[in-house]
Nanobody
Framework: QVQLVESGGGLVQAGGSLRLSCAAS????????MGWFRQAPGKDREFVAA????????SYADSVKGRFTISRDNAKNTVYLQMNSLKPEDTAVYYC????????????????????WGQGTQVTVSS
């Protein structure tokens, strides 16, 4: 069992930056691939970024590539999402998730890969 708690959301102007954190409970954090998803009002939950168990491999949605960076610190049981050059369309509730290692990198984007989800943190980008 893994419990995930996100933090770091807030209100920021367009062009600004935020860093989200997701703290995981338990001793097996390093055995999970980690992902970030987001959901805007009236829209489906969408993939943002993911990172492998070791941190050596990452995957990003095209909409955030070059602006967002996912990283993890297995010693601290924490995964991060550094978000730069934020746009109003990045406004959403951001969720972190933990799951088994995928067999292909394409699986990172599938919510079904992930068994555990946090409660979400709101990010609002004003224009």
């Amino acid at each position: 069992q893994v419990q995930l708690v996100e933090s770091g959301g807030g209100l920021v102007q367009a062009g600004g930056s935020l860093r989200l954190s997701c703290a995981a409970s338990g001793r097996t954090f390093s055995s999970y691939a980690m992902g970030w998803f987001r959901q805007a009002p009236g829209k489906d939950r969408e993939f943002v970024a993911a990172i492998s168990r070791s941190g050596g491999s990452t995957s990003y949605a095209d909409s955030v590539k070059g602006r967002f960076t996912i990283s993890r610190d297995n010693a601290k049981n924490t995964v991060y999402l550094q978000m730069n050059s934020l746009k109003p369309e990045d406004t959403a509730v951001y969720y972190c998730a933990a799951g088994a290692a995928p067999s292909t990198s394409a699986q990172y984007a599938k919510p079904t890969l992930y068994n555990y989800w946090g409660q979400g943190t709101q990010v609002t980008v004003s224009s």
